[in-house]
């Protein structure tokens, strides 16, 4: 009872109050904006067709209904929440009468696929690598890695993917130029090889980046561990190098790297806006793209609310697990 009372229950608040206000920072932003997504899709509606202001007015008025603006801000606060808890993110203005719970439906495995992969292998690359260069730091092989991926964090990853892009996919056609698979969703080897395929270049101009960022990180911590006392003390006592390195100096490390993988693991979810738009792959990130050039607020904020939750989420699961993790952090 204790340790939910002291540590469990003030995490819990915490990220109860983390939602709250993100939900409400996702409702206000676009009805900040100049554009009004009700006079564009009007604007649509009656490009190629001419309506009566009578008819006109009740469209309006329908489309308000709709999409949930109608009344007073506080109305429309209160409707939000309403169907927030109810988990009815509404219809999609672009693509109406779509809701958006079943675009991001359609879109959301396609980018747990490929970022929830290119998180755990550039997490991993990135740590081991990171830690052997630490650890063996005066080694060639050390110093020509940091160099190399030095070199290459600074570089964007959009650039890095133009660059991918470009090279394997114009100048030497090896993989495909765009999209997310070929043929009817199976189980099919051609199927799954075609996943494959399109996600290679996505996935490596993630993993390339990510990986140089982990490696960095991963670097100085291990370099700090290795002056440590008892890993000096440990090398006086003559113990087996493998040993060293695992259980010394990459396990004290593990704290803000196991951090750094759960939050990362939670972002997922707002998808890679400009690696799913260059390479034309369908996931939350390509979906983001196009509500937010057709102010498409309710997708919009579908998308920033499924972020938060799981930025928020993952952020209490990594605050809970730290006392398993690293005995020096313990629950009082």
Do not use: C
Not at 52 to 59: K, R
Not at 119 to 124: A, D, G, K, Y
Not at 291 to 300: C, E, F, T
């Amino acid at each position: 009872m204790t340790l939910f009372k002291e540590y469990i229950l003030p995490r819990l608040v915490q990220w109860i109050l983390v939602i709250f206000i993100g939900v409400t920072v996702t409702f206000l932003i676009p009805r900040l904006s100049p554009v009004n997504p009700v006079d564009q899709a009007l604007g649509r509606m009656t490009a190629f067709q001419t309506l009566s202001p009578e008819a006109t007015l009740e469209l309006r008025q329908s489309l308000l209904d709709l999409y949930g603006l109608e009344g007073s801000l506080l109305d429309q606060y209160l409707n939000f929440w309403k169907r927030v808890l109810r988990a009815d993110l509404g219809p999609s203005f672009t693509s109406f009468p779509m809701t958006v719970n079943a675009i991001i439906g359609n879109a959301i495995w396609w980018t747990v696929g490929l970022l929830g992969t290119t998180v755990v292998l550039s997490w991993i690359l990135g740590v081991i690598l990171g830690g052997l260069a630490g650890y063996f730091r005066n080694r060639w092989w050390s110093q020509l890695l940091e160099n190399t991926l030095i070199i290459i964090y600074p570089i964007p990853y959009y650039i890095v993917a133009f660059v991918l892009l470009m090279i394997f996919a114009y100048y030497f056609p090896i993989f495909p130029l765009v999209g997310g698979a070929r043929g009817t969703p199976s189980f099919s080897w051609s199927y799954l090889s075609s996943l494959l395929e399109h996600a290679f270049l996505p996935a490596l101009s993630i993993i390339l980046g990510a990986t140089a960022f982990r490696f960095i990180m991963s670097k100085a911590l291990a370099s700090t561990e290795v002056s440590s006392d008892y890993v000096q003390y440990a090398e006086m006592a003559s113990l087996p190098r493998r040993r060293i390195l695992f259980s010394y100096v990459l396990r004290n490390t593990m704290l803000p790297q196991v951090t750094d993988l759960g939050l990362s693991l939670g972002a997922i979810f707002e998808g890679a806006l400009i690696t799913e738009f260059v390479f034309g792959y369908p996931g939350l990130g390509s979906a983001l793209y196009v509500a937010i050039v057709s102010a498409d607020y309710n997708l919009i904020m579908g998308i920033a609310l499924l972020s938060i939750f799981g930025i928020a989420t993952a952020s209490l699961l990594v605050d809970l697990t730290y006392p398993l993790l690293d005995p020096r952090v313990r629950y009082r």
